[in-house]
């Protein structure tokens, strides 16, 4: 069975430009989550989709969006890229919705140069 | 005060050691405890499940939560060089506690630990 499928695996962007990240969920799976690791803050929540539905935000400025598609696959886009924003985005998903077994994906590495 | 809390270290070992791993919390309606292991450049694996007080074991791994403490523990027997890696905490309360999903986890930051041979 596929794990989670996240793409581009590593990029590097400008600030100023805006970025969008891929995920693709374990089939099957209706929940996907979205969240940010720096060394600093550790992993930070974003936000989380079931069917469709953004269920939960996180304290994270409005430069950050996301959707999911009815397939469960997930974008997440950062707009107006600051320098902080240098992080891996991982997504996970998961099977049951109370009880928050994730699986995650290799993430992607973003560097804002 | 945050709301899980653990010790970064690194913490380096001996092969064969056991490994006591610890994250403490503040949040008393946290009811779903978990352990993750992530290996460099990849992304956190569940490693242990844990829901409410009381001890798990599987294989190798050991984890305990004492709710009446805010205090939960991962240990690792015969801990091997492949065990080298981060191990985060993670933990969330029920859904109608908080009226929201169970996708919030809340991480601690990780422990970085090396198993040397």
């Known amino acids: 069975k596929a794990g989670v499928t996240q793409t581009p695996r590593y990029l590097i962007k400008t600030r100023g430009q805006q970025v969008t990240l891929s995920c693709s969920p374990i089939?099957?799976?209706?929940?996907v989550s979205w969240y940010q690791q720096t060394p600093g803050q550790g992993l930070q929540f974003l936000f989380e989709?079931?069917?469709?539905?953004?269920?939960n935000k996180g304290n994270f400025p409005g430069r950050f969006s996301g959707r999911q598609f009815s397939n469960s696959r997930s974008e997440m886009n950062v707009s107006t890229l600051e320098l902080g924003d240098s992080a891996l985005y991982l997504c996970a998903s998961s099977l049951d919705r109370d009880t928050g077994e994730l699986f995650f994906g290799e993430g992607s590495r973003l560097t804002v140069l | 005060q945050k709301e899980v809390e653990q010790d970064p270290g690194p913490l380096s070992v001996p092969e064969g050691a056991i490994v006591s791993l610890n994250c403490t919390y503040s949040n008393s309606a946290f009811q779903y405890f978990m352990w993750y292991r992530q290996y460099s450049r990849k992304g956190p694996e569940l490693l242990m499940y844990t829901y409410s007080s009381g001890n798990k074991e599987d294989g190798r791994f050991t984890a305990q939560v004492d709710k009446s403490s805010k205090y939960i523990s991962l240990f690792i027997r015969d801990s091997q060089p492949s065990d080298s890696a981060t191990y985060l905490c993670?933990?969330?309360?029920?859904?109608?506690?908080?009226?929201?999903?169970?996708?919030?986890?809340?991480f601690g930051k990780g422990t970085k630990l090396s198993v040397k041979p």
């Open positions: 989709y079931f069917s469709e539905t953004q269920r």
């Open positions: 993670a933990m969330s309360a029920s859904q109608a506690n908080y009226g929201g999903s169970q996708g919030n986890l809340i």
């Open positions: 089939s099957g799976h209706r929940s």
